[in-house]
C-alpha cells in the first residue's frame, strides 16, 4: 500500500517511520510547509518532500528542499493519506 503524510510535526515524523518500519507500505512522501529542521531530518532520512501548499513552493525551495512536488501530486501518487496536521488544519482538508 502507498502511503502519504500530510504534516510532518510531532505525529507525522512518527507516523511516517512507522510506515517505513512496515513491510506491505511504502511511504510516497510527506507534505508540509515547514523550512526547518524537520525538514532537513526527512531529507536526511530519504524521504519525498512535498509541498502541502502551492504558495510555500518557493520558500520551501529557496530553504534548500527539493522538492518532489505538491500535496496534489502526492495524493495522486498514493493510495491512502494520513493527515497529520493540526486540529484545525485537518478539519479544512477534509473537503
Not at 512522501?29 to 524537520?38: C, F, K, L, P
Not at 534548500?64 to 495524493?75: K, P, S
Amino acid at each position: 500500500m502507498k502511503v502519504a503524510v500530510n504534516g510532518y510535526g510531532v505525529i507525522g515524523k512518527r507516523v511516517a517511520d512507522a510506515i517505513v518500519a512496515q513491510e506491505d507500505m511504502e511511504l510516497t512522501g510527506i507534505a508540509d510547509i515547514d523550512t526547518g529542521w524537520r525538514m532537513k531530518t526527512a531529507k536526511s532520512k530519504g524521504f519525498r518532500i512535498y509541498s502541502a501548499l502551492p504558495d510555500r513552493v518557493d520558500a520551501m525551495r529557496e530553504a534548500g528542499l527539493d522538492l518532489a512536488g505538491t500535496l496534489d501530486e502526492l495524493m495522486a501518487a498514493s493510495d491512502v493519506v494520513v493527515d497529520c496536521t493540526p486540529k484545525g488544519v485537518a478539519a479544512r482538508n477534509v473537503e
